[in-house]
């Protein structure tokens, strides 16, 4: 097989631009996803957000400019709806470069008590929703010969953490799924990575932010001292976006501050 020839990187922060790119980010309405719309348009970008609180994603176009950003409602976990979301969200800003899987749920339960349908709400959106969203737009990302993936993992990816059967079942399953998406789709020109963020204050760790003994030990076992801030993953969102990240695939990012180290 002929090495495909590589083209001249843009020099410093011009690698990292990402002008000219289209994102669609699912789970924007609120937390890690709704960080991400703004790290994709403050780098140069624009992104179609995806989630179903319509009022939520409003509310963002309303902050970030409706030049910039396009709301889509749908629940990524009903496979039906993923086509009329794709025509939308094509719609918007035209073909997009980058899908960023943000959207998730959970279910804390003890092992024994956890019931299949609760296992398959998770499964549906942790797991099935990052390759189904990214089968909608990677047909327009192989005809371009570029494209990037961005899953999210998390501790529970490699680490137990209690209650999380489900959770961790899905974010071990992102590791597997992303290597083999990457596989699939490299020689098309498109990365696909996976961000694994530490603790972050959010809808979805509510319960654990609440826990103040637990949530002051999960600080504690980080290299910092500290928990994250969603804007602690930006740097490491815009890299695998971008033409900076061209040669990083199949990988798995810890943005935790050392928890899985330590
Ligand atoms: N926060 C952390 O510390 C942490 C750590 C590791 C990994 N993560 C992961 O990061 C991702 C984002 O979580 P977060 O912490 O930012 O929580 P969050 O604030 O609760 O955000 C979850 C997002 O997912 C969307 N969503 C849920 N079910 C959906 C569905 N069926 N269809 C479409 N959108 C759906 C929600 O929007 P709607 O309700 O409007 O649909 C919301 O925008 C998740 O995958 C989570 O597992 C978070």
């Known amino acids: 097989m002929e090495e495909p020839s590589v ?3 843009p020099r410093g ?4 631009d990402l002008k000219g790119r289209v994102a669609v ?3 924007a309405s609120s937390g890690i996803g709704r960080s991400f719309a703004s790290a994709i348009v403050d780098a140069g ?6 989630a179903r609180r319509e009022d939520r994603l409003k509310d963002l176009v309303l902050q970030l400019g409706p030049d910039k950003v396009a709301p889509v409602t749908c629940d990524v976990g009903d496979h039906q709806a993923l086509p009329a979301m794709a025509l939308a969200a094509n719609k918007a800003f035209g073909a997009p470069d980058i899908v960023v899987n943000v959207a998730g749920n ?5 092992a024994e008590d956890l019931s299949p ?4 709400e998770v499964i549906k959106v942790q797991l099935m929703a990052p390759l189904h969203v ?5 047909p327009a990302m192989k005809e371009k010969g570029w494209g990037r993936v961005v899953n999210i993992g998390s501790i529970t990816t490699s680490h137990a953490l209690p209650g999380t059967t489900a959770y961790a079942a ?7 799924l992303t290597r083999a998406m990457a596989k699939d789709w490299g020689p098309f020109g498109i990365t696909v990575n996976a961000l694994c963020p530490g603790f972050f204050a959010t809808e979805l760790t509510a319960p654990v932010v609440a826990d103040e003994k637990r949530w002051k030990a999960n600080a504690e076992r980080t290299f910092v001292g500290r928990n994250g801030v969603t804007e602690d993953m930006h740097g490491a969102l815009v890299m695998l976006c971008s033409e900076a990240g061209r040669y990083i695939s199949g990988q798995m990012l810890y943005v935790d501050a050392g928890f899985t180290a330590n």
Not at 45 to 50: E, I, L, P, T
Not at 117 to 120: I, K, P, V
Not at 134 to 138: D, G, N, S
């Open 7 to 9: 083209t001249t990187l």
């Open 13 to 16: 922060l011009a690698a990292f």
């Open 25 to 27: 980010i699912t789970g």
């Open 45 to 50: 970008g624009k992104a179609v957000v995806v």
């Open 106 to 110: 959970t279910v804390r339960k003890q």
């Open 117 to 120: 349908d609760e296992f398959l």
């Open 134 to 138: 990214a089968q909608q737009f990677v």
């Open 170 to 176: 899905c974010k071990s399953g992102i590791a597997g």
